[in-house]
């Protein structure tokens, strides 16, 4: 067996989040079904995860499951989710082990019962976990994200527990799904598509992004590191000179 790829990175981003994208397409190009495109891809997680702890990544986001994603079959929905269920029974021993604490965000009371049971039952157990925090975007929309902290800051002015003269963006951000982490220092998406897919709208305005034509169920190990040191070579500015 070959000695595992040392890799040198440079600065490390903190938080990196991920539109998994291609699984679909990778099943056709092989002419098999979608689903096994998509438990492919499981495999990538898999790895991912892995891989982002063991370099040091401090926060990582999946875009796993979107609102817009409700509208697929029914049957496709339905193996998704049974697959979402099986992946977070499954990889909770490697969590554990792995010292990664599983958060997710979006909205969540539209998962199946039994998922949210599951999924629940994931972040619990791995609570007190201190490595990795794997963030998992569930029936997630930027968009909705944005309309609901408005709502929230709206009933927070009618129950005068806030003036609307104090609203700015740090009392925004108290009120989006991903107000306990950090905003994405790098988006990865993969399958070469060039567009946000509607995800995190708010947090990505200056987070670095990164491109590549792999499919979803090809993206491993050395492909994520590819990422990050193409980040490491960046210089950020955040608008200024």
């Known amino acids: 067996m070959s000695p595992p790829t040392i890799y040198k990175f440079g600065?490390?981003?903190?938080?990196?989040?991920?539109?998994?994208?291609?699984?679909?397409?990778?099943?056709?190009?092989?002419?098999?079904?979608?689903?096994?495109?998509?438990?492919a891809g499981a495999e990538s997680v898999r790895d991912v995860v892995k891989a982002a702890g063991e370099f040091g990544v401090k926060y990582l986001t999946l875009y796993a499951f979107s609102v817009e994603n409700w509208k697929r079959p029914k049957s496709e929905i339905h193996t998704l989710m049974g697959l979402l269920e099986t992946f977070l029974r499954d990889e909770l021993p490697e969590m554990i082990k792995n010292n990664v604490r599983l958060q997710a965000i979006g909205r969540l009371s539209d998962l199946p019962e039994n998922?949210?049971?599951?999924?629940?039952?994931?972040?619990?157990?791995?609570?007190?976990?201190?490595?990795?925090?794997?963030?998992?975007?569930?029936?997630?929309?930027?968009?909705?994200?944005?309309?609901?902290?408005?709502?929230?800051?709206?009933?927070?002015?009618?129950?005068?527990?806030?003036?609307?003269?104090?609203?700015?963006?740090?009392v925004f951000n108290h009120h989006l799904y991903t107000r306990y982490y950090p905003d994405p220092d790098l988006l990865i998406r993969t399958s070469g598509e060039m567009r946000l897919s509607n995800f995190l709208l708010?947090?990505?305005?200056?987070?670095?992004?990164?491109i590549t034509s792999t499919l979803w169920p090809d993206f491993r190990r050395q492909h994520f590191a590819e990422a990050l040191i193409d980040y490491g070579n960046r210089q950020r500015r955040f608008g200024s000179v």
């Not at 938080?15 to 098999?32: E, P, S, T, Y």
């Not at 997630?140 to 927070?156: D, F, L, Q």
């Open 115 to 170: 998922v949210r049971d599951q999924l629940h039952a994931c972040i619990h157990a791995t609570r007190q976990n201190t490595g990795l925090v794997l963030i998992l975007a569930l029936s997630y929309s930027g968009r909705v994200e944005i309309i609901e902290a408005v709502h929230s800051i709206i009933r927070e002015i009618k129950l005068g527990h806030l003036d609307s003269a104090q609203i700015d963006e740090q």
């Open 202 to 210: 708010w947090q990505l305005s200056y987070t670095e992004i990164y």
């Open 11 to 39: 600065k490390l981003p903190r938080h990196v989040a991920i539109i998994m994208d291609g699984n679909g397409r990778w099943a056709k190009a092989k002419n098999m079904m979608r689903v096994q495109g998509h438990r």
